[in-house]
């Protein structure tokens, strides 16, 4: 009798999802009966998940996406705000999966992932949020304006520089599209989602490292509006602990998800 498929390194599936007027990019991989979605932060794209994907894709299905203006998905010239964001997760949610699926977001990702749960509560069994916040001070104001204008002015390789970004498997973002996106994110100064994140009544992983150079008080905030946290500060970890600590983080997520099935 031969062996079964080894799923954690069979090949993805790459789906296309109309937005109307343009597209995003994603891929399927692994197998099971539940489904995971992740959403990379600012200057990244779907490629950054792949210790991840390797490691739940023998017992998920995990999709990684790529936002508008990054990796291979498009950039439309068009307004973008974080509700535009969260619309843009329910369209790849709704493209892969009938059912409703556990979100995971980074960073930026945390946001479009707090923003979909909160609208579409329906579709979300769980919520893993890591190195993200709810809100932003005018110092991650000027931070979000300095980014938008060095994608417009230079284009995302310079905006990739100036964040000191890993090189990834995927091009640089669209400057004018990047900067659309920073602009959304520091409308959390204005308007924060922080008078809302009660309205998340799934499960809520919160992960941030202790040497997050955002800090830890965004994460300790959220885990205390939302209904059903659970808030972990992994100790000597910066903001991308995924990278850091790929294993380890790969754990806390697995972890967290075998904690949601029936009988555990």
Known sequence: MSAPPDVSTAPSVSKRVDRGGFALHCEV???????????????SSGATWSALVAALAPRYRVV????????????????CT????????AAVVAA??????????????????MRF????????????????????????????????????????????RRMGAREEAAPPPDGPGFARLARAMASLN?????????????????IVGEKDFLGVGGSVIVSRRVASPRLEIVPERGHAIFHEDP????RLVAGFLDSLRPGA
């Open 29 to 43: 991989s692994g197998s099971g009966p539940e489904t995971i979605v992740l959403t990379h932060g600012l200057g």
């Open 64 to 79: 990684t996406w790529d936002m508008r203006a990054h990796g291979r998905s498009e950039s439309p010239d068009e307004p």
């Open 82 to 89: 974080v509700a535009t964001l969260g619309d843009d997760l």
């Open 96 to 113: 892969v999966s009938d059912d409703p699926v556990h979100v995971l977001g980074h960073s930026a990702g945390g946001v479009v992932a």
């Open 117 to 160: 749960a909160i609208d579409h509560p329906e579709s979300v069994r769980s919520a893993i949020l890591v190195g993200t916040a709810s809100e932003c001070n005018t110092r991650a104001v000027a931070y979000y304006e300095g980014l938008a204008e060095t994608g417009e002015r230079d284009g995302g390789a310079a905006v990739l």
């Open 190 to 206: 204005p308007e924060p989602l922080t008078p809302e994140v009660h309205r998340i009544v799934a499960p809520v992983q919160i």
């Open 247 to 250: 294993d380890g983080f790969a």
